[in-house]
């Protein structure tokens, strides 16, 4: 190191920038503390957050990092000197035990709590083997920031004294997620900036009450455009009564509306409205499928984006097969990040699974959820096996981090019956949901559960229709194919297209691209699909056949039937076949037994509310209460502060019994497609994007015919378990076997 005197020669936190100049520790160390001051804030965390902030790098403060990072900069390689643990001993003396996992995980993801009290304990008693390093980082760095060291306590938020027993461990995990948030996204803004030589980017809170007025402005425009429905009066009258409700308090909402009543513009328009209201900062709208992520997003860039394009984008979509290389795409990649963006749509995965995670990458961007409305649509798609966490950690985001939170469904859940929301109020949006439902109803159900129906059987009834307008929904990629062979062979006019995952992204998409104009021009088609269809997709048909499936399912089938109202009642007919496909898991078991307690043809229908608010409760009763029952066991590794098991813990998609495989179903696409696979398996660091870039050509097989087809040759292995197919890809179909039952076959 050069010069003995820190006065004399500056700390140094980073190497050379595009300028040429280093970045100062004592810039570094006061900048993010200044950014994560302002996230904290939010959550009157704000001290707290900055302290952490503050000292998450001291530990570059000591002679071996300083010196390493000469070493650094002249043979291109890491400084190679531990610099976590100096920030995490004082975080931990000087906010608590709990908090030291800030700075311990600020780039490696949060600890458990154990390793955090191992390593002050060992500091305490003077016997951690870098003792030396630790201490001199701390007084060398306190020389330039006396801060690092200070007289008294940091103080921690008001509410968290009052923090009791397991609720209180959980809320005081979901403080430590937060702040370590607001720690990470500090840090990556502040050294960004470093290395482009450019002031650190963090757009300004957006106007809410402008946007609110900009969004209706263009929602009467679009409205006026549309096609004249029958229930738009009823429409209307849901928007009205919604979007008057958000001068309410914030708390936890929810909006039970029916499949067509516009929950899409009415809970928006409460979002707006209501962040306008009470000083919210941005909306989160969080859907379970990719394909309504994208149909959202396009209506909401429609109704908020600024015309003119030289201004800052309003909304940003955040999943996997977004493209972020188009226009505004270095604003697109950063918002992405950290969400910093006024209005974010995005799916349930990516938002819990940030939540629950403790990897700095994913974690960046969950303190924007703090004083934010957060919309989770189509709620009845979240994971029971999750419930517990998901709840918990929504309840805790209301009554400490200034959060809203809206519950839309069609099929709405009685969480409240659980325990992680008993005592919370539950505030409605629509108080007459049972006369809306009522109003809105607009199929028949037909019941063929009766012994001996078969998929032949099925498919002579459905083929009987040719040169209508049909869809059909089955609950397995195995009985969609069977069934599309069926109907191929019966029905003389009209297409036959079929949807499902062993179909590629941008295959599916353009299937149902095809459906909806042959339906808009009223040309007959049938069509034949799993449940990917269900949630969120606008399609609209005379007639719907539904595999007999939990009451949400039957329920979300009967949504895209006459779904605008143009006949009196459409027709919705569920159907019970004995050797048809089901999930074997427990959860779809107990969803099963619960709904045939309560709907068929001499019980309710699916649209019953009062069956339906009889049915959630039987299903969750039927899971049991043991300690892994709908993911207790996650929530019991919270109280504990044990991030890494959290994080293994959740998973939303369970992929244990399918696997990814990229198809080049187009010859056009292949030049492109083999250069981002080169990419992935070429030993340099590609980063994200080309694996991005694949997402729409990725279809999904069940693990064991995909490892026939390895054997097989029909398959090669790319990285982790994502492989490339070299087989036969049906124009329809898929990724097809030839026979169902066999499933090594794979040619057609």
Known sequence: MEGSSSAVVPLWAHSRNVSGARHTLEDHLRGSAALARRFGSVFGAGELAEYLALVHDVGKGSCAWQHGLDGAERHKRGVGVPHKEAGAWLA????????????????????????????????????????????????????????????????????????????????????????????????????????????????????????????????????????????????????EEVVGAATSAPGMYVLPAPTGAGKTFSSAGFALHHAAAHGHRRVVVAVPYTSITQQNARTYREMLDPEDPGLPRTVLEHHSSVDLDGADAAWA????????????????????????????????????????????????????????????????????????????????????????????????????????????????YDWRTEAGVTWESMADEIGRRSGGQTLTVVNTTKDAAHLHRLLEERVGEGPVLHLSTRMTAEHRAATIGRVRALLENDEGVHVVSTQLIEAGVDLDFPQVFRAWAPAESLQQAAGRCNREGHQDRGTVVVFHIDDAGQPRDNVYKAALEATAAHFGPDLADPDDLDALNRYYPLRYTLQGSGPAAMGAHIDTLRTRLDFPAVHDAFRMIDDTHHQPVVVIRDEADRPAVEADIAALKSPYPCGPEPLRRLQPHIAQLPRHEATAALTAGLAEPLIGNLLLWNGAYHPHRGLDPEQPEDPTAFIL
């Not at 910093?340 to 994913?362: C, H, I, K």
């Not at 966490?389 to 859940?413: K, N």
């Open 333 to 444: 990649r950063t918002a992405a990040e950290n969400w910093d963006a006024p209005f974010v749509v995005t799916t349930t995965v990516q938002l819990f699974e940030s939540l629950f995670s403790n990897r700095p990458a994913a974690m960046r961007k969950v303190h924007r959820l703090a004083g934010a409305v957060v919309v989770l649509d189509e709620v009845q798609a979240l994971p029971d096996r999750l419930l517990v966490p998901i709840l918990s950690g929504l309840r805790h985001l209301v009554e400490h981090f200034g959060t809203t939170v809206v519950l839309a469904s069609a099929t709405q859940p009685d969480f409240w019956h659980l325990a992680q929301l008993g005592g919370l109020p539950r505030r409605q949006l629509v108080h007459e949901a049972a006369g809306l439902f009522e109003e809105l109803r607009r199929v028949s």
């Open 92 to 239: 931990a003396s000087h906010a608590g035990v709990p908090f030291g996992a800030v700075v311990q995980g600020h780039h490696g993801g949060l600890p458990t709590h154990q390793k955090v009290k191992d390593l002050v304990q060992a500091v305490k008693s003077g016997t951690h083997p870098d003792q030396k390093l630790i201490e001199e980082a701390i007084t060398r760095t306190a020389a330039d920031v006396p801060e690092i060291v200070p007289s008294g306590r940091v103080p921690l938020p008001a509410w968290v004294s009052a923090l009791k027993g397991p609720d209180g461990a959980l809320a005081r995990d979901l403080l430590v997620r937060m702040l370590f948030s607001c720690v990470v996204d500090a840090d990556f803004l502040d050294t960004g900036a470093h290395f482009t030589d450019t002031p650190v980017q963090v757009r300004a809170d957006a106007d809410m009450a402008q946007l609110a007025a900009v969004f209706e402005e263009r929602r009467c425009k679009a409205l006026s455009r549309r096609r004249p429905s029958k229930i738009d009066g009823i429409r209307e009258r849901v928007y």
